[in-house]
């Protein structure tokens, strides 16, 4: 298992890689102007940008706005969950066929399908993997009633993150006595940690896998990703030498991305996260817009 220091050095390293706020070579900075100048765009119009863009193999820092940020991200910080859940599995503390029951405290609408299922109880792998392909709500609250918020905030920390973190279960509706988002992160802690992920270096090899099995089975290409042709059902194989693993969030006034990007040429992870004030169909398409700009510029990078 990898220590909290050697989480916490590797984090530093990572961070120590950048070179400012709008960093990289000449032709790496030609190559990225567009997502440059669209998320310009955005800032322009009252949109909080936050962004980050790393080579998969090098670590330099291909792009970055306003990385250290904290934003609201959503549904993104299921990935968190997803690590302990998969952390218990390796370690034998959860079984994956522990059969799960739903309970009316449960209930969470919007994404997911379990919520339009009959079945009552599921197993713990087939949760996790629900969360990964449809951001389930509903599994996702199943699965964190089992593991407990507290555990996956003590995981968080091991890791050294302290930016980033899943605050509370899905909820319809937050109160002021709720967190005022389901999850935060930075971009700069978000790209470490896929690119760990993608490493092997989340807790253990065996873990990290786990984790990039459920996320591979996402569904949803509708910002940064959009970019990639992809099927958004059907993707878990290489298409035209491209392969995406990756997570969404989206909540009003929110939308946000990470992932990892493999091409022919080369692979990237990156983070986009958006916070604007979401009144209007023009200003929720203007910002999916220039994410999947952002998104153009990466599959240039990788094909």
């Known amino acids: 298992m990898t220590s909290q220091t050697e989480q916490t050095a590797r984090r530093s390293r990572h961070a120590d890689t950048r070179r400012g706020r709008h960093q990289g070579a000449d032709r790496t900075q030609e190559m990225f102007s567009r997502g440059f100048e669209a998320l310009g765009r955005l800032a322009m119009q009252g949109v909080q940008v936050s962004g980050r863009a790393t080579d998969l193999a090098s670590g ?137 992920l993608a490493r092997g270096e989340v807790v253990d090899a065996a873990t990290s896998r786990q984790v990039i099995s459920w996320l591979s089975l996402n569904s949803d290409a509708s910002l940064v990703s959009s970019a990639f042709g992809l099927d ?20 009003a006034g929110v939308r946000s991305e990470v992932g990892v990007l493999r091409g022919p040429r080369a692979g990237v992870t990156f983070a986009v996260s958006t916070y604007f004030d979401d009144t209007s169909l023009a200003s929720r398409l203007a910002v999916i817009d220039g994410m999947r700009t952002v998104g153009l510029d990466l599959l240039e990078y990788v094909f």
């Not at 299922?117 to 951001?135: H, I």
């Not at 030498?241 to 909540?251: A, M, R």
């Open 232 to 251: 958004p059902h059907a993707h878990r194989q290489a298409e035209h030498g491209i392969l995406l693993v990756n997570k969404t969030g989206s909540d």
């Open 60 to 196: 330099e820092v291909l792009f970055s706005v306003d990385d250290h940020i904290v934003m609201p991200t959503a549904s993104i910080g299921k990935v968190l969950l997803l690590v302990e859940v998969a952390a218990r599995l390796q370690s034998g503390q959860l079984s994956p066929l522990a059969v799960l029951d739903r309970a009316p405290q449960d209930a969470a609408g919007d994404s997911g399908i379990w919520q339009h299922l009959q079945v009552p109880s599921l197993p713990v792998a087939d949760l996790a993997a629900l969360v990964g392909a449809t951001s389930d709500n509903l599994a996702t609250n199943v699965l964190l009633r089992r593991v407990g918020l507290e555990a996956v905030s003590a995981r968080t920390e091991s890791l050294g993150l302290t930016r980033t973190a899943l605050l509370d279960l899905v909820r319809d509706h937050r109160g002021p006595d709720d967190a005022p988002q389901l999850s935060v992160g930075s971009a700069n802690e978000l790209t470490w940690l896929f690119s760990a």
